[in-house]
């Protein structure tokens, strides 16, 4: 799947684009783009595409995920990091506008792909459903990403013309869950394969469908759908690694037991790769030196104080969450010392060897099954069923080397996991929306500069200058 992405040739199709500082529209009756969409491996090479357009925008999640919450901060407090980590991000962020931007052309793609797909027969594209479900799996990611992130937003399900974009408002989240996110993950989960072989392995599969799905009815606070969908997961055989440390250590295979869906970066194919290394790694020349990482290092993401001291005797996850040194060869502690031009502390989670900046093989884990467990967890013990929530709870801290808990109240087992979820996912893109959809997001983050609105990011500047009319586009309250 990596090799695929860098290959196949997907220019014609989408650089059509009539306004890319919008959405990415290209026209509906234009004879060229039919004429690409014939064969089974035209659909395939469209399909890849669109996998293609999340590398782009998954670049940056770190920002939202980790950055916005409490469990990374920005020790050199520079540019957007900082905006992000100090809630005091402008409207006219430059990754506000490309976030917006990625997403549709990501839906835009998928958009374009169904609509074209649809009158296709069956006996030439012989892989129909199984491409339906891949682009309405990542139609309901990128729509289920961008209502976290942004609230209500445009609901684009057809391509459209230039004139038909203008008149677009924006939708309620709880229209865009239920006409657009659920319905294409229902449809997905029943198209696509429970595995892949060869170098298909990567693409969208139907145990990730369920359990994008059951995050969405976690996030609504629907445990009960939630419990059910999270459980057909535990079903679909998936397991934990025994090694904790073996799932960021890029030089194994990534689609292991625990592997569900990943965005995929591979090194050396052209653009290929991506900038977590670069960007997480110190400027600490003896410790750039030790992991072999060439090409630059800008010491972003790191682990404040607070993420050092939480973590349970003998967990062994927190070496390669936190980090403030390194061990050398010979078994010297070496550690960092923070300058006015460096950091003291970073993770390790996405430490590879990298020879050119921007250009990092490691994948950006967007579900494991580790996080569906803890999901599952959760999803018992607000039902009520708390002996069997701590048992899944369990199978997640015994793999972190920590003991069982059991006895628990159902109030105690919520905090529990919650804090399990920190322990086992930090630096991975959830911490933030953990905390927004738990409803404790303002009580934890009060402290660090948070407003009551702050919930959502602001709508981007150049999107509400364009639409220029805000009855159907207006900005996110306390934004303006």
């Known amino acids: 799947m990596k090799n695929i992405i860098s290959i196949v040739t997907f220019v014609s199709l989408f650089m059509m684009s009539c306004n890319k500082d919008f959405i990415d529209i290209a026209p509906v009756d234009t004879v060229s783009i039919d004429a690409l969409f014939k064969t089974d491996k035209d659909f395939n090479d469209a399909v890849?595409?669109?996998?293609?357009?999340?590398?782009?925008?998954?670049?940056?999640?770190?920002?939202?995920?980790?950055?916005?919450?409490?469990?990374?901060?920005?020790?050199?407090?520079?540019?957007?990091?900082?905006?992000?980590?100090?809630?005091?991000?402008?409207?006219?962020d430059n990754v506000l506008r490309d976030t917006w931007r990625n997403y549709y052309v990501t839906i835009s793609r998928c958009n374009m792909l169904l609509a074209r797909i649809e009158q296709a027969d069956p006996a030439v594209v012989k892989n129909k459903d199984l491409y339906i479900g891949e682009a309405r799996f990542i139609r309901a990611l990128a729509y289920f990403d961008m209502v976290r992130i942004f609230g209500d937003v445009q609901m684009i399900t057809k391509?459209?013309?230039?004139?038909?974009?203008?008149?677009?408002?924006?939708?309620?989240?709880?229209?865009?869950?239920?006409?657009?996110?659920?319905?294409d993950l229902l449809d997905a989960e029943t198209k696509l394969p429970g595995s892949y072989s060869g170098s298909d392995v990567g693409r969208a599969t139907m145990g990730a469908a369920k359990s994008i799905l059951g995050k969405v009815y976690m996030t609504?606070?629907?445990?009960?759908?939630?419990?059910?969908?999270?459980?057909?997961?535990?079903?679909?055989?998936?397991?934990?690694?025994?090694?904790?440390?073996?799932?960021?250590?890029?030089?194994k295979d990534e689609h292991h037991s625990e592997y569900i869906f990943d965005i995929e970066y591979e090194e050396g194919l052209g653009g290929e790769g991506n900038c977590f290394t670069t960007n997480f790694t110190p400027k600490n020349p003896e410790l750039a030196e030790f992991y072999g990482v060439t090409g630059g290092q800008n010491g972003n993401n790191n682990a404040p104080p607070h993420l050092f001291e939480i973590f349970e005797p003998g967990d062994v996850r927190k070496d390669v969450t936190a980090a403030?040194?390194?061990?050398?060869?010979?078994?010297?502690?070496?550690?960092?010392?923070?300058?006015?031009?460096?950091?003291?502390?970073?993770?390790?989670?996405?430490?590879?060897?990298?020879?050119?900046?921007?250009d990092s093989r490691a994948n950006w884990k967007v579900i494991r099954y580790a996080d569906v467990l803890l999901l599952y967890a959760e999803a018992l013990n607000e039902n009520g069923k708390?002996?069997?929530?701590?048992?899944?709870?369990?199978?997640?801290?015994?793999?972190?080397?920590?003991?069982?808990?059991?006895?628990?109240?159902?109030?105690?087992?919520?905090?529990?996991?919650?804090?399990?979820?920190?322990?086992?996912?930090?630096?991975?893109?959830?911490?933030?929306?953990?905390?927004?959809?738990?409803?404790?997001?303002?009580?934890?983050?009060a402290p660090l500069g948070m407003k009551d609105y702050m919930t959502?990011?602001?709508?981007?500047?150049?999107?509400?200058?364009l639409m220029n009319d805000l009855e159907i586009f207006p900005q996110n309250t306390g934004y303006n």
């Open 48 to 92: 890849i595409g669109i996998y293609g357009s999340l590398q782009d925008q998954y670049q940056d999640m770190w920002l939202f995920g980790d950055m916005r919450g409490d469990d990374s901060w920005d020790e050199l407090v520079k540019n957007t990091a900082a905006a992000m980590d100090n809630f005091t991000i402008n409207n006219d």
């Open 159 to 183: 391509p459209i013309t230039i004139e038909e974009s203008y008149t677009k408002g924006r939708e309620s989240v709880e229209k865009i869950y239920n006409e657009v996110i659920i319905p």
């Open 220 to 251: 609504r606070h629907e445990f009960v759908k939630a419990e059910a969908k999270l459980k057909e997961v535990t079903t679909m055989g998936y397991a934990l690694l025994e090694d904790y440390n073996d799932l960021f250590d890029y030089m």
């Open 324 to 358: 403030n040194g390194h061990t050398d060869a010979d078994g010297n502690f070496i550690p960092l010392i923070p300058t006015s031009n460096d950091v003291a502390t970073f993770t390790k989670k996405y430490m590879v060897r990298l020879l050119t900046s921007c």
């Open 386 to 445: 708390t002996v069997e929530a701590l048992g899944y709870l369990n199978q997640v801290r015994e793999r972190g080397g920590v003991d069982p808990v059991e006895g628990l109240s159902q109030s105690e087992t919520r905090d529990k996991i919650y804090m399990e979820r920190r322990f086992e996912l930090s630096f991975e893109g959830h911490r933030w929306f953990d905390l927004v959809r738990t409803g404790r997001a303002l009580e934890v983050m």
């Open 456 to 465: 959502v990011f602001p709508i981007p500047l150049a999107q509400i200058q």
